[in-house]
């Protein structure tokens, strides 16, 4: 089943940022995770403005996004995102499927 990355973060330092950016496509193509977002714009539909970057990514089931975020060369990689930004975020979240029905008290 698939599952979801959703990460978020503000950019302070741009240049040192497109160094992250240029390493990330290789590392998830080895795990067969892909962009479903990366930091199209964001419209706020309810609660606080949204200001910062959002990516999206699919993998294969949750166990491929685990090890593709403890994959060494993504974690070297990573190093110029956790220098170039802030308030960052990435949450996992497993796909129910298209057949299944999400279950509102869970």
Not at 1 to 9: E, F, K, L, R, S
Not at 42 to 61: A, Q, S
Not at 72 to 96: E, F, H, P
């Amino acid at each position: 089943m698939a599952a979801y990355m959703i990460c978020t973060m503000r950019v302070h330092d741009p240049e040192t940022y497109k160094k992250y950016t240029a390493l990330t496509p290789a590392t998830l193509k080895k795990y067969g995770g892909k962009f479903l977002t990366r930091g199209d714009p964001v419209t706020t539909c309810e609660g606080e403005t949204f200001t910062d970057r959002m990516v999206i990514l699919e993998f294969p089931d949750e166990a491929t996004a685990q090890a593709w975020y403890n994959d060494t060369d993504y974690q070297a990689a990573s190093k110029y995102r956790r220098a170039s930004s802030d308030r960052g975020r990435m949450i996992l979240q497993q796909g129910r499927g298209e057949s299944a029905a999400p279950d509102p008290l869970v």
